[in-house]
């Protein structure tokens, strides 16, 4: 499974950025697709999944300005994120799932930067 990952980059506080990963390859046992982030010397921290179904889960700390979202047409998985914050800046990476989201994720894409500043 391949995952690549396209639309970081550098915004303004209270501005919006859109994340879309584009995954090819044996796909079929992943249940969900989703995001997870890492700043400078913080631990990887999981932000939003979105099974099958299309039903998504989010990190408290987004769920009311991330909006995650999927297009199996395009094999892509798109990350809205609105009203960003400076501590939203962190290296974002797609991931995939082949069980619960609470057990980690199975695939990974290289990542892609968000810089947010005041």
């Known amino acids: 499974v391949l995952l690549v990952e396209s639309g970081g980059g550098s915004v303004q506080a209270g501005g919006s950025l859109s994340l879309v990963c584009t995954f090819s390859?044996?796909?079929?046992?992943?249940?969900?697709w989703g995001w997870y982030r890492q700043a400078p010397g913080q631990v990887l921290g999981f932000v939003a999944a979105?099974?099958?179904?299309?039903?998504?889960e989010y990190a408290p700390s987004v769920e009311d300005r991330f909006t995650i979202s999927r297009d199996d047409t395009k094999n892509t998985v798109t990350l809205r994120m609105n009203s960003l914050k400076v501590e939203d800046t962190a290296k974002y990476y797609c991931a995939g799932f082949r069980g619960p989201t609470s057990r980690g994720a199975t695939y990974w894409g290289q990542g892609t930067q968000v810089t947010v500043s005041s």
């Open positions: 390859g044996s796909y079929f046992s992943v249940s969900a």
């Open positions: 979105i099974n099958r179904d299309g039903m998504p």
